[in-house]
């Protein structure tokens, strides 16, 4: 080894290290601490150099080793401190003796916990991955109930004349102790709904992991502004931790004002401003309803929705919901054939107002599905072709899916999405057509050597219905692509099926109204710059399609990704590869932000 260091400050002292390795550096700059900054402190620094450089060496293995240390003093300017080191051959760990003793043998916690060592013989003694051996036992032992927990035995004997070390560690558990009584304090909503949220058995085991779901459960009801779960360990009887929950509520009445604006999100790439109003009140009655409603205005697509939430058999696993909204939204293109240029000159867009009111009822089983059943009533007023419609349906629904998490981060290395639907309506039933929609939609996430992630998506839908009622199906319940959640590259629902007519002046037009069946699939690669930037490439394909008209659609492009501490923030460029009937060859740029799980 023949590295050279060079550290000077406040021009007392300049240090000049020789023949280490870049990690045995580090180390004896540890133990060397700050540099000294008068002449009291240049003079202490200096009588304890050899004995810090040595605790250094041997903390790492190396008892071998040579130091040579020169001091040469200025009148003016910083002293010079040469020291020179022979490393000499480091000490190799012989074997690592761990034993466990007492009801710990019975926890797979800590068989987990040997599996993911790292530390073998024949690697170099290091004395820190020692210590953090042990400091790591300690922690999981408290964690899992094993307060009285014990070392019988930890020491690390030296061979110095062969060079060799062994390593022996037997640990004693001592009992479990068990989770005791749960009590809340300054709670509004009923005592036996905050029961319900407790995720564990009476006297289950003691571990801080079934405390972190009760915490995480009082978080997701969103009643409280304020949880602490506090396991009094000074409490313990009969063997057992009494836990303390203290609680504050909510306020009332909260509200929360957004501003933002959609930029080239449709296909004139106008900036359209939005303004959203959310009022929420988040503990009702003692009971835990809540509501929600949101008020949003924008010049095309402005919204009504309030949602009002009863909790039944659980506050988070079983709920039923009342919804009622007001919607206009805007899809696919409107086009008139110009004579003279021999072309379609864009008018605008299929419009769409929405009224609807439904009740839907949502629960999780235990093996981690979502189940939900429903009833909507909608009606949609739209004009089509020069024709006004205003279909109402009454539609019941059913749907099932389940996400698993590699981790419970904002950004999952690894994950799996998959949700099934299905929406029924019949005529006998008060609907104006026999309607059926199916849709199925999957998203995979995988991460290999830690900085090369794979997401892809595919989404499947389709209407099942007579081929002379299409016109009957609203358009929010017909298939359009493109946007940021479908194909990138191309104007937010613009793509689609079209149909030709003769408008109300006796010319030719077109528009896009939408498909029976959708197919939209994404492949996309991403590389992690570092642990918040990640570049970026996606291929994105597929289209909404009726029977005698598919048009299959494939855009790529890239971007930049922000992981922020309140999700990735994700800037993506999409350009599309193919011109269709309706829709030139286009380009977007999409931001986007929340995990994709």
């Not at 240029?341 to 009740?359: A, W």
């Not at 929010?476 to 959640?485: E, P």
């Not at 896009?512 to 994404?522: C, D, K, N």
């Amino acid at each position: 080894m023949a590295s050279n260091f060079a550290w000077a400050k406040d021009d007392w002292l300049k240090i000049e290290l020789t023949g280490t390795s870049e990690r045995l550096t580090k180390n004896i700059l540890a133990h060397l601490g700050e540099s000294p900054n008068s002449t009291v402190q240049r003079r202490a620094f200096l009588f304890t150099v050899e004995d810090s450089v040595t605790a250094a060496l041997e903390s790492m293995g190396h008892y071998h080793a040579k130091v040579d240390i020169d001091v040469t003093e200025s009148e003016k300017g910083p002293w010079k401190l040469t020291i020179d080191i022979d490393e000499g051959a480091p000490t190799i760990i012989q074997w690592i003796d761990i034993k466990f003793s007492d009801e710990m043998l019975n926890d797979d916690s800590f068989n987990r916990w040997l599996n993911q060592l790292t530390v073998k013989p024949g690697d170099t003694l290091n004395h820190g991955v020692y210590s953090d051996l042990k400091s790591q036992l300690v922690t999981l032992a408290l964690a899992r109930g094993y307060f009285d927990a014990t070392f019988a035995r930890s020491e690390i004997e030296i061979n110095r004349d062969f060079n060799t070390a062994k390593i022996h560690i037997d640990f004693q558990s001592g009992k479990r102790y068990l989770i005791g009584d749960v009590v809340f304090s300054g709670q509004t909503v009923n005592d036996d709904l905050l029961e319900k949220l407790i995720p564990f058995d009476p006297n289950a085991k003691y571990s801080t992991s079934r405390l972190n779901r009760l915490n995480r459960n009082l978080i997701d009801t969103g009643y409280f502004s304020s949880i602490k779960v506090l396991p009094l360990i000074d409490n313990i009887s009969d063997s057992q931790v009494p836990i303390k929950v203290d609680l504050a509520p909510r306020p009332t009445h909260s509200f929360e004002v957004g501003l933002g604006a959609d930029i080239g999100n449709n296909v004139e790439n106008n900036i359209e401003p939005r303004i959203r109003l959310t009022w929420r009140m988040p503990e009702i009655n003692r009971f835990g309803h809540t509501q929600e409603t949101t008020m949003e205005w924008s010049p095309d697509r402005p919204k009504f929705l309030t949602t009002y939430t009863i909790p039944l058999t659980h506050p988070l696993d079983d709920q039923l919901k009342f919804k009622v909204g007001l919607l206009r939204d805007k899809y696919g293109v409107t086009q008139d054939y110009n004579e003279e240029n021999k072309s379609y000159d864009y008018t605008g867009e299929l419009e769409s107002e929405k009224r609807l009111i439904g009740i839907i009822r949502q629960m999780r089983l235990d093996s981690g599905w979502l189940f939900g059943y429903s009833l909507e009533f909608n009606q949609e007023f739209y004009n089509q072709s020069d024709t006004d419609y205003d279909p109402q349906y009454i539609l019941a629904g059913f749907g099932i899916g389940k996400t698993t998490r590699g981790d419970n981060t904002l950004d999952p290395k690894s994950g799996f999405r998959q949700v099934y639907s299905v929406e029924y309506g019949d005529p006998n039933l008060g609907s104006e057509i026999r309607l059926a929609k199916l849709e199925a939609k999957f998203k995979w996430i995988d991460t290999f050597f830690d900085r090369h992630r794979f997401v892809a998506r595919l989404d499947l839908g389709a209407n099942i219905a007579d081929s002379d009622q299409i016109d009957q199906i609203s358009p929010s319940l017909r298939y359009f692509a493109g946007g940021d959640q479908s194909i990138r590259g191309y104007s937010y629902q613009e793509l689609g099926p079209y149909i030709e007519y003769e408008n109300s002046e006796g010319g030719t037009s077109r528009q896009v109204v939408g498909g029976r069946y959708l197919v939209v699939g994404s492949l996309e690669y991403q590389y992690y710059l570092t642990d918040t930037w990640r570049v970026a490439s996606f291929v994105d394909a597929g289209n909404a399609f009726d029977t005698e008209q598919f048009e299959p659609v494939v855009s790529v492009g890239g971007g930049i990704h922000w992981i922020s501490p309140i999700g990735p923030i994700k800037l993506d460029l999409g350009v599309g590869l193919k011109e269709t009937e309706t829709v030139d060859r286009s380009w977007r740029i999409h931001i986007t932000m929340g995990t994709e799980l």
